[in-house]
């Protein structure tokens, strides 16, 4: 396959990235809407985002690993499908039972697919540009908060919430016929016996790592999952003002994306993600006095955005370092993980605001990212002294 044809392919896979980002976030900004009509309480339609991310953590970890010896090009355009075939289920549910079947159906098909598309990629791109075609997978997810979550939050203003997921369905039909004609066949890889995975996580500064990406998600996702309920009851904002508010969200959150790659190879990983992290639980403290202000939410929002997602790549090109050698699995994990952070947030957060002030929600999502960076860095620590111990002959 020649250069231009790979770039091609590896843009179609980061689309593939968008649309079951767009997906997963979008949720967040009509889930007033879902709640209304569905008749159910925000906090129980919050737990749209909670089955999706453990459907996606599901999908990432454990149909990866049984899918692992198939081919993959079968595999990726099998999952794209079955992700179709669950935004036309939610475009046609009429109760919250249906909804959330649709949810478990695109959250299973969305994990496998970004593990295998992020694999694909990495397969597709010549040696030196392995991690930037990685980057760009994980871009299309990103951008989703960008464009994806902010335009489907407007469209629902004016049109019924159920055609978000029509148009995703066409999208990504799109998608599937594009993909099927430029994608090479992969052969699968012999998976990992249990007790090799099992190595991997009891190394402590993986497992530290990982711990990471649980708290610091989780943190983000307690606000960002009730960020429509929390604006309006806060800024009285109306849900286009809230789109707006996304958008400004998504965009600092793209600008991060990119900014970290080029941050931990300029200051390396701990400077990076410890500098980010310490930003965003400051952002996310001053949110409990700024959610009151209209353009106190946009400036705390870029802030936000831009300090969150900077530690994404910083922090999976430091685990990734940890095993050079096995970094699909360790980025399966991180990805598992990363949605159970999610799944935890979004949870955590419908009990908050049953029995809690909404207004209360950013200060204790802060606490989570502190306890993120507590791991982080006692992680750099051990990798500190195994780096720095000496080798006898």
Known sequence: MNTKLSQLTIIFLALGAFVTGTSEFVVSGILELISLEM???????????TIYSLSYAFGALFLVMLTSTFDRKKILLYAIFTFIVGNFIAFLSYNFIMLLLSRIIMGMSGGLYIVVATNYAAQLASPKRKGSAIATVITGFTVSLVFGVPIGTFLAGYFDWHYIFLIIAFGTILLLMGLYKLLPSIKGNQALSLKQQVNIIKDRRVLTGLMTTITWILGYTLVFAYVA?????????????????????????????????????????????????????????????????????????????????????????????????????????????????????????????????????????????????????YSFYLDKNITNKPTTS
């Open 39 to 49: 008749g159910v309480s925000i906090s129980i339609a919050g737990q749209l985002i």
């Open 229 to 377: 309920p929390l604006l309006s009851s806060t800024a009285n904002l109306s849900i286009e003002m809230t789109s707006i508010a996304l958008f400004v969200l998504g965009t600092f959150a793209f600008v991060g994306s990119r900014f970290g790659g080029y941050a931990v190879d300029r200051w390396g990983p701990n400077h990076t993600i410890t500098v980010s992290l310490i930003v965003h639980i400051v952002a996310l403290f001053i949110l409990t006095f700024t959610q009151h202000s209209t353009i106190g939410v946009f400036i705390t929002f870029a802030v936000w955005g831009i300090a969150t997602w900077t530690t994404t790549p910083a922090k999976q090109y430091y685990l990734v370092s940890l095993k050079p050698q096995s970094s699909e699995t360790v980025l399966s994990f991180n990805t598992a993980l990363m949605n159970i952070g999610m799944m935890m947030g979004s949870a955590l957060g419908g009990v908050i605001i049953t029995y809690i002030n909404i207004t209360n929600l950013s200060w204790i999502a802060g606490l989570f990212v502190f306890t993120s960076l507590i791991f982080i860095k």
